[in-house]
C-alpha cells in the first residue's frame, strides 16, 4: 500500500505544507458575508503589526494583513499578495475586523444607492477601451 506522502518532492522545501485549516483554526467558511473580492480593508489608525489587541492567537498571516493593509487593498489582493485562498483570507480577515484592528468598506464607486457605478466611472471605463 502506497503512503500518501509517497510522490511528494523535495524541491518545493520553500514552502512549507501547511493546511488552510490550520491557518484559520479549523473554521471553512467566513463567518461574515459582507467580504467580497473588492471590498476594501485597511489597518486602523495606530495599529502595528505585532500589537494583537483582541486577538488570542495572531497568526503570521494576521501579521501579514495589517502590514499589506496599511494602505487600503481588496480582499483579491491580499490573497493573491499572501498565496492563500480568498476563503482562507476571508476568515483572517474577519478576524481582524472583530478585533478592531482592519476597517473594511465597499470600494467608493459602488456607495451610490442600490451599488450602482458613477456614470462617470462607467464613461471613463468606456473611452479607455475604445482607446485601445
Not at 42 to 50: E, F, I, K, Y
Not at 107 to 126: C, D, K, S, Y
Request: aromatic share 4%; hydrophobic share 40%; net charge negative.
Amino acid at each position: 500500500m502506497k503512503h500518501w506522502t509517497e510522490g511528494f518532492e523535495d524541491d518545493d522545501a520553500d514552502e512549507p505544507l501547511v493546511r488552510p485549516y490550520t491557518i484559520t483554526g479549523g473554521r471553512t467558511a467566513p463567518e461574515r458575508d459582507d467580504l467580497t473580492l473588492i471590498t476594501l480593508v485597511t489597518t486602523m489608525p495606530a495599529v502595528s503589526p505585532g500589537s494583537g489587541r483582541g486577538l488570542k492567537r495572531m497568526q503570521p498571516e494576521h501579521r501579514a494583513i495589517l502590514t499589506l493593509c496599511e494602505r487600503p487593498l481588496a480582499v483579491a489582493e491580499v490573497a493573491a499578495a499572501l498565496n492563500l485562498p480568498v476563503s482562507v483570507t476571508k476568515i483572517l480577515i474577519g478576524d481582524l475586523i472583530e478585533s478592531g484592528q482592519l476597517l473594511s468598506r465597499p470600494p467608493l464607486a459602488f456607495t451610490q444607492a442600490g451599488g450602482i457605478p458613477e456614470m462617470a466611472i462607467l464613461e471613463a471605463v468606456r473611452d479607455g477601451l475604445r482607446r485601445l
